[in-house]
């Protein structure tokens, strides 16, 4: 698929994960910014889960799509199992499906494949070994195996390895929304970093750009691992403490807790926790734990292979601090709505009218909105 026949001829993809936080921002881009040229399915994990091959086979031979983006993943905490079937077994079978078809298989990854240290670049990776907690070694094997279908089987596949991802429409509260949500729950009293931590960050809403463009450049893009991450890292305790400001908060204070007693807390508290599960009461640390190391060590993603690619980021100036105020509101109304939060200052969020008069005055909304907005929809009326 190179740039001249797509746009010639409409394309179907196929994108697996489509409820997800980068499925949905990139269903949303296909289907705003492409619809014209390019459609997109996205069956549920219900309709093709991807530990199944015959799933894939089937709705495969159905569709016949012209690419396929895979950016499903058990969830961070899954067990093994889980974690093999869905984040190594599905990316096999889906590139087995490709290979078979002739398409490009677009694959998302992760810097959990990476080691800590900075600046590191698409040829560096985590050696796989056993201890490696089930995410890290799933993706790890998964890229592998990418790299060993493109020289064996003539597989047309490029790897995305994604930093901490930030952007709208996290529904499940992951990554650096969680570290955000614990900040605007003030149930982060202390800084759990040190000074001078670095890490990388990646744009969602950026993201799609850069798919579409490596989808439509197939000859530069082909067997190729990129990093898709902002240029500037990011100091862990700087951001806390800029959302903390924007947030009118007090919580978490400017102390920093060490390592050593970080790892005791959380022990102490997987003990407890575990002994409440004897007595029937269930609960849970958040699975971003498992990574708790990282909030102590750099890991920055060299994205110079990005920049020196044909790609041209189409928000330049756009990063994570730029982004922070519009996620702000958008996350505080939303858990909100959701009732998950309810302690900060509710100045921080524009008050919206319609949904305070319906609290306040639904009557006189009931008489306005009769007056202005209840004749049927003119665009549907020809139909
Ligand atoms: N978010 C981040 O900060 C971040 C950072 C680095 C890399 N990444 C990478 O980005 C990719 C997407 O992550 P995300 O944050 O968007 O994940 P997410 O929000 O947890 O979404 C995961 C998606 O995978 C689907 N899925 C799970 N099991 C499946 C199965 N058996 N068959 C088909 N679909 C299945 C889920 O569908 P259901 O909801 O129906 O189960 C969901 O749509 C992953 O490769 C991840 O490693 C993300």
Redesign the pocket.
């Known amino acids: 698929m190179t740039q001249s026949n797509s746009s010639s001829k409409k394309l179907l993809g196929v994108l697996?994960?489509?409820?997800?936080?980068?499925?949905g921002t990139l269903a949303h881009y296909f289907k705003t910014k492409t619809a014209d040229n390019i459609e997109l399915r996205a069956p549920?994990?219900?309709k093709?889960?991807?530990?199944n091959a015959a799933d894939i086979k089937d709705y495969l031979k159905r569709v016949r799509p012209d690419f396929v983006i895979n950016?499903?993943?058990?969830?961070i905490g899954a067990d093994s199992q889980l974690s093999f079937e869905?984040n190594y077994i599905?990316t096999l079978n889906l590139a087995r499906a490709a290979a078979a078809l002739k398409i490009p298989y677009i694959h998302?990854?992760?810097?959990s494949t990476l080691p800590n240290g900075e600046n590191l670049t698409e040829e560096d990776c985590l050696p796989i070994v056993p201890k490696l907690n089930n995410y890290a070694k799933s993706?790890l094997m998964a890229e592998e195996t990418l790299k060993y279908m493109h020289k064996t089987a003539g597989l047309d596949y490029t790897t995305i390895r994604?930093?901490?991802?930030y952007g709208e429409h996290?529904h499940?509260i992951?990554?650096?929304h969680r570290l955000f949500f614990s900040i605007a729950d003030e149930s982060m009293p202390l800084l759990f970093t040190k000074k001078n931590i670095l890490h990388s960050y990646?744009n969602a809403n950026k993201f799609p750009y850069f798919v579409h463009h490596v989808l439509q450049n197939r000859e530069e893009f082909s067997g190729e691992t990129y990093h898709f991450a902002d240029k500037e890292p990011v100091e862990l305790a700087n951001l806390i403490l800029t959302i903390r400001s924007y947030l009118e908060l007090k919580s978490p204070r400017e102390i920093y807790v060490p390592y050593p007693m970080a790892t005791f807390g959380k022990n102490i508290l997987e003990f407890l926790l575990k002994g409440l599960s004897r007595i029937g009461l269930k609960g849970g640390l958040p699975p971003e734990l498992i990574f708790l190391e990282s909030f102590y060590k750099t890991q920055t993603l060299s994205s110079e292979k990005l920049r020196n690619s044909s790609f041209i980021d189409p928000m330049p100036n756009e990063t994570i601090y730029t982004k922070l105020p519009e996620l702000v509101v958008y996350y505080l109304k939303r858990w909100t709505h959701e009732n998950l939060i309810s302690t900060f200052n509710e100045t921080v969020l524009h008050s919206d009218a319609m949904a305070n008069d319906f609290e306040q005055s639904p009557v006189e909304l009931i008489d306005t909105i009769h007056q202005d907005s209840t004749k049927p929809f003119e665009e549907l009326l020809d139909l």
Do not use: E
Request: proline share 0%; glycine share 16%.
């Open positions: 697996i994960g489509g409820s997800g936080l980068i499925g549920s994990s219900k093709l889960s991807i530990r950016t499903a993943i058990a969830s869905v599905g998302i990854s992760s810097a993706k994604l930093a901490i991802v996290d499940k992951q990554g650096f990646s």
